[in-house]
Nanobody, 126 residues
Framework: QLQLVESGGGLVQPGGSLRLSCAAS????????IGWFRQAPGKEREGVSC????????RYSGSVKGRFTISRDNANNTVYLQMNSLKLDDTAVYYC???????????????????WGKGTLVTVSS
């Protein structure tokens, strides 16, 4: 069974940090670009960050640039999202998505992912 599983969410105070993981089972992530997305209550899902299958290309939304860092460990079939300086507005369910695409590209579009995880909840609150 092909699936993505997110983990690492939780409750954190403003200014704190969390590291999310996206692990694949049933397939290898070597040929997939991975994106992190989030959906806050009452809002549409939005792209946060993505990384190409090679790991050589990354993208960030303006709201997280400079605070979040995406990385991947293909040997462990896992992609990470390091989130620092968390803000109240970062509260959301975070999803990872996999897209089979070119070696050096990735996408923040919610419409074209081949696979999705079920999400992990991040709550930033004092």
């Amino acid at each position: 069974q092909l699936q993505l599983v997110e983990s690492g969410g939780g409750l954190v105070q403003p200014g704190g940090s969390l590291r999310l993981s996206c692990a694949a089972s049933g397939f290898t992530l070597d040929y997939y670009a991975i994106g992190w997305f989030r959906q806050a209550p009452g809002k549409e899902r939005e792209g946060v960050s993505c990384i190409s299958s090679s790991g050589g290309s990354t993208r960030y939304s303006g709201s997280v640039k400079g605070r979040f860092t995406i990385s991947r460990d293909n040997a462990n079939n896992t992609v990470y999202l390091q989130m620092n300086s968390l803000k109240l507005d970062d509260t959301a369910v975070y999803y990872c998505g996999a897209l089979r695409t070119g070696y050096s590209s990735c996408s923040l579009s919610t419409r074209i992912m081949d696979y999705w995880g079920k999400g992990t909840l991040v709550t930033v609150s004092s």
